[in-house]
């Protein structure tokens, strides 16, 4: 039986690697690169290897942006292609390669933790083990109970500082941006890499739709509850520019508000991704 972590480069799934390797299960990790990470991230990945040991590192054959334009348009949550095909799909076949390679059963490990949103904390939606049917393999969640305080102290027994993002105030590690990134991540998004803020404007432009969308359903609800709006006053959802994303992520406690549409998606359920419904926006 081959143990195999998935790796993000997150808290979570970094203090899993710890623990399944501090508990003798000697596991295999592989990250699943989107190539649409922050750039300091893939330094923090290095890092890893030197402090922990060496990972497979995986990939999907296109990119966030080039998946954009064949399918000509971004992710949402109607058309949520993102974790299916920068994620699932790339671990599927790697999980698949190598059961054919060693002719042997594989188990997946998860670090989902169920203090993170409703759906994780309930045990018939996010259940310990179960078969995967995606992956064909038994996937296991050995971190379900922690705390935010027990994943910190593996890293601090290990000796691994968690990723720099978490220091500059990010409450979540993965796609830069994620469709489901919050104020602190977008802020960061503007402050830290204004050239990928650059090539969503260029993206944005080119396919004439944008990446985030405003949800105005609660406001108009609230202007119809009070009589000061018609039911169909306006669209519920609003197309919103990056740039108009990165001037309101920036906006302090009290400053104007904008709701953002932000999907559903498979990361929380199969660990590819890391997602929280505590964030900023969700």
């Avoid at 081959?2 to 993000?8: A, D, E, N, P, Q």
């Avoid at 690169?33 to 922990?52: A, P, V």
């Avoid at 830290?192 to 406001?219: C, H, K, N, Y």
Wanted: hydrophobic share 35%.
């Amino acid at each position: 039986m081959i143990t195999v972590v998935s790796l993000s480069g997150g808290k979570d799934s970094v203090a899993l690697w710890l623990w399944a390797r501090r508990v003798g299960m000697n596991p295999r990790a592989v990250y699943i690169d989107t190539r649409w990470e922050w750039e300091g991230h893939y330094t923090y990945l290095t890092s890893l290897e030197g402090l922990i040991g060496p990972f497979e590192r995986i990939a999907a054959d296109e990119t966030f942006a080039e998946i954009t334009r064949r399918k000509k348009s971004f992710p949402s949550r109607v058309r949520k292609w993102c974790t299916e095909h920068l994620k699932i799909r790339p671990f599927r076949a790697w999980l698949d390669a190598l059961r054919d390679e060693t002719g042997e059963d594989v188990r997946v490990l998860l670090g989902i933790r169920r203090e993170e949103s409703a759906k994780r904390a309930d045990p018939l939606q996010t259940p310990e083990r179960e078969w995967s049917d995606v992956y064909d393999c038994e996937v296991l969640r050995p971190i379900l109970s922690w705390t935010v305080a027990d994943v910190a102290a593996e890293h601090h027994l290990g000796g691994v500082p968690m990723h720099p993002l978490y220091h500059q105030g990010a409450e979540r590690v993965g796609c830069w941006p994620c469709v489901n990134a919050g104020k602190p991540e977008l802020k960061l998004l503007g402050d830290l890499s204004p050239g990928r803020v650059s090539q969503i404007r260029d993206l944005e432009t080119e396919m004439g739709a944008t990446m985030f969308v405003r949800d105005r359903r609660a406001e108009k609800r609230a202007l119809i509850k009070s009589g000061t709006a018609e039911a169909d006053a306006g669209p519920s959802v609003v197309p919103l520019p990056i740039d108009q994303v990165i001037a309101w992520a920036n906006t302090g406690h009290g400053g104007k508000q904008i709701t953002l549409f932000q999907p559903k998606t498979g990361c929380a359920r199969w660990g590819v991704c890391e997602t929280s419904n505590k964030t900023a926006g969700h």
